[in-house]
């Protein structure tokens, strides 16, 4: 995987967070351990496709996390995951990848981002299937945690 | 969402399944309802980007069917879902859209494939975020149940 892919997704989420809900995100110690599965309780998913390579992205949020940053989006809290929550995942994982997208035009690699996929459910594990290393980062909050996966085709 | 794209997606599972672990499965009544997620205890997802659209696919099973798919494939049955069951449903994916990319060149569609993500965990609940209707195929076998959801945007 080439590691110039990997700050730009890292910086994009800490700034959707910022800026969207006013929350700081920190991020913690990147692993490249095959057996370290991305864990959450509601996943945004979201591929990546480009003349290079391709590979996929997941955000994980920790429930009480992601209802925070509901809560500050939105000035909502509907205490659970709900429609709105997986909604909310969805616009999340796009503004995401999408500022990534962005940042690595400009670097000179070109992806067409695929439509997000949310997946909820308390403790799923997610396992990117790439021939390819995958990289997870933890990011902590006053509210909860978060995790990164991604990775790239070799 | 084209129909046009529904039927090779179906046809392909069937056919992955029926060739590579000598099972059937019967397909059930094709829904269109915004609020029928896909649940499953692990699944497969993967997207497609194309120039004339993009959409995504899951492909979701009850534990014992995927189990018995494993016994049946590659002749042990772990009895649990593990990393060789993730694999499994990693590869039964790619070859699963593989088969459906194929059949819609054919017909004129072209679409790249971005690389599987496996999802785990009892009764995680997947939902696609695109702007077009979502289709839910429930697939019956005598071991179990296993659920395509599949959108494309308009």
Known sequence: MNVNFINPFLDSLIHVISTMASMELSSGKL???KDNDA???VSGLISLIGPQTKGSLSISFEQKLILEIMQ????????MINEEIIDL???IT????GGAKNILAD???EFEMAT???VSGQTHTIRHKVKGQKIIMPFDSHFGKAFIEMCFED
Request: proline fraction near 7%; charge should be negative; aromatic fraction near 4%.
């Open 116 to 118: 997000p996929t949310v």
């Open 94 to 97: 796009n503004m995401v990848a």
């Open 72 to 79: 500050n989006m939105l000035g909502e809290n509907p205490g």
């Open 39 to 41: 864990k959450g309780d």
């Open 31 to 33: 692993s490249i351990k």
């Open 107 to 109: 670097e000179g690699y």
């Open 89 to 91: 995942v969805g616009e």
